[in-house]
């Protein structure tokens, strides 16, 4: 057990000091998903969306959360995450992406990385049409989200950066 428990730290070490790295694409088509496939799924194959803004979020549901990464798609629709955040790919946990560009409507999903990016791909399919509002606001915390909706619920304090 113990050899088991100083393995798994050590790889831990070492992916979170060389950092974690996913590849993916961008597709035009679906409902704005956000798929982790095969490396070998035929979607990748598809024609890419070029320009596209996307961004890994940590803790989504939290009022920590923070964009860890963020990138933008190429000009042929792929992409690389890339982060040195601790137990990204191992640990347990949900992150959100969140992918917009203009002229095409934005997607946005929970996913869990997987714990080995070389096996595994992001496929986010956008529909072309008119952008919608801001679907979240990632960079921003939840308190601040809170008081422009009611100043009084949550008194005059500003949130935790």
Known sequence: MRWFLCATLLTA???SGCGY????CVVQGGFGTVTVVPVDDRRLLSEGVPGVRVQLVRDPTRMSREVVC???SGSDGTFLLETKTFGAGWMDERWELIASSQGFQGAQSYIELPHDP???RLVIE???GASLPADSKADTNLF???KQFDSKAIGNKAGPN
Request: hydrophobic share 20%; no cysteine.
């Open 70 to 72: 963020e990138t933008t």
């Open 144 to 146: 601040d989200e809170a």
């Open 126 to 128: 956008i529909p072309r």
């Open 21 to 24: 790295q996913l590849k993916g």
């Open 118 to 120: 070389s096996t595994r």
């Open 13 to 15: 070490s070492i992916q």
